[in-house]
């Protein structure tokens, strides 16, 4: 029996490798392996791509957060966000100073126009409670709006690592069956017509999981840094308002 099976892995019936597997699977085997090769690349991809964006806009916001902290007033920290447009924060700001100042314009506007023909002009108009609520609200859907930019890939992340498995299963099953369809039509049940068929399906399985476990790991370790990074707008979106409130602007 020892000789027979030695002669039938010199003959190459037998697969003495992972590789040998993949080369001699069925149809089904390689089409979902081909799918699965596919998803890897896509979610690699995804992982270099989401990594370098976050970087890039981390890296900018604490620049820029820094300067902003040593400014000491409003037009130092205007011309500040000028010179750097290029970043979520500066966006912010001037998303906020734009804000102010057309709000401040409406009021005034208003004020004049209530006044009577005659009487004193009217002091430069401040900003309502409504309208700082508004400014907040504001800045939070501008700090939302640069988070979904960065992390519009990301929900595919999370769909790789999650159906990767059911692909693999899928083919481990499909795979099974056919080894034991096999099985039965050449009436054979020993181990060595058992072994090929059985390892074949499982290199499914394995592939599927060298799939998930990256992207399942890529898209944890983004989301926890895209919601440091949403805690850093937030901050700074209450800084400006602090800012403005100080220097009597609202």
Request: glycine share 8%; proline share 3%; net charge neutral.
């Given at each position: 029996?020892?000789?027979?099976?030695?002669?039938?892995?010199?003959?190459?019936?037998?697969?003495?490798?992972?590789?040998?597997?993949?080369?001699?699977?069925?149809?089904?085997?390689?089409?979902?392996?081909?799918?699965?090769?596919?998803?890897?690349?896509?979610?690699?991809?995804?992982?270099?791509?989401?990594?370098?964006?976050?970087?890039?806009?981390?890296?900018?916001?604490?620049?820029?957060?820094?300067?902003?902290?040593?400014?000491r007033s409003i037009d130092e920290a205007s011309s500040l966000a000028k010179r750097t447009p290029n970043g979520a924060l500066p966006r912010?700001?001037?998303?906020?100073?734009?804000f102010v100042a057309d709000a401040r314009v409406a009021n005034q506007q208003l004020r004049e126009r209530a006044t009577p023909i005659g009487?004193?002009?009217?002091?430069?108009?401040?900003?309502?409670?409504?309208?700082?609520?508004?400014?907040?609200?504001?800045?939070?859907?501008?700090?939302?709006?640069?988070?979904?930019?960065?992390?519009?890939?990301?929900?595919?992340?999370?769909?790789?690592?999650?159906?990767?498995?059911?692909?693999?299963?899928?083919?481990?099953?499909?795979?099974?069956?056919?080894?034991?369809?096999?099985?039965?039509?050449?009436?054979?049940?020993?181990?060595?017509?058992?072994?090929?068929?059985?390892?074949?399906?499982?290199?499914?399985?394995?592939?599927?999981?060298?799939?998930?476990?990256?992207?399942?790991?890529?898209?944890?370790?983004?989301?926890?840094?895209?919601?440091?990074?949403?805690?850093?707008?937030?901050?700074?979106?209450?800084?400006?308002?602090?800012?403005?409130?100080?220097?009597?602007?609202?």
């Open positions: 029996m020892h000789s027979f099976n030695a002669l039938l892995q010199v003959a190459g019936a037998v697969p003495t490798s992972p590789w040998e597997l993949v080369v001699n699977a069925s149809t089904v085997t390689k089409v979902v392996l081909g799918l699965l090769a596919f998803l890897s690349l896509l979610s690699w991809a995804i992982i270099f791509g989401v990594w370098r964006s976050l970087a890039k806009a981390a890296n900018a916001a604490e620049a820029f957060g820094r300067d902003f902290d040593r400014s912010l700001f001037i998303r906020a100073m734009h009487g004193d002009a009217p002091a430069m108009s401040t900003l309502s409670g409504s309208q700082i609520e508004t400014l907040h609200l504001l800045l939070d859907s501008e700090a939302s709006d640069e988070r979904d930019r960065i992390s519009r890939f990301l929900p595919w992340l999370a769909t790789i690592g999650s159906v990767s498995p059911l692909i693999g299963l899928l083919g481990t099953v499909l795979g099974v069956i056919d080894a034991f369809v096999g099985i039965a039509s050449k009436g054979s049940g020993n181990l060595s017509a058992v072994a090929p068929g059985v390892a074949e399906a499982l290199i499914a399985t394995a592939a599927a999981l060298s799939v998930a476990i990256p992207a399942t790991f890529g898209y944890n370790i983004f989301a926890s840094r895209l919601n440091r990074f949403d805690s850093r707008m937030e901050s700074f979106g209450t800084a400006v308002i602090a800012l403005l409130v100080r220097e009597g602007r609202i």
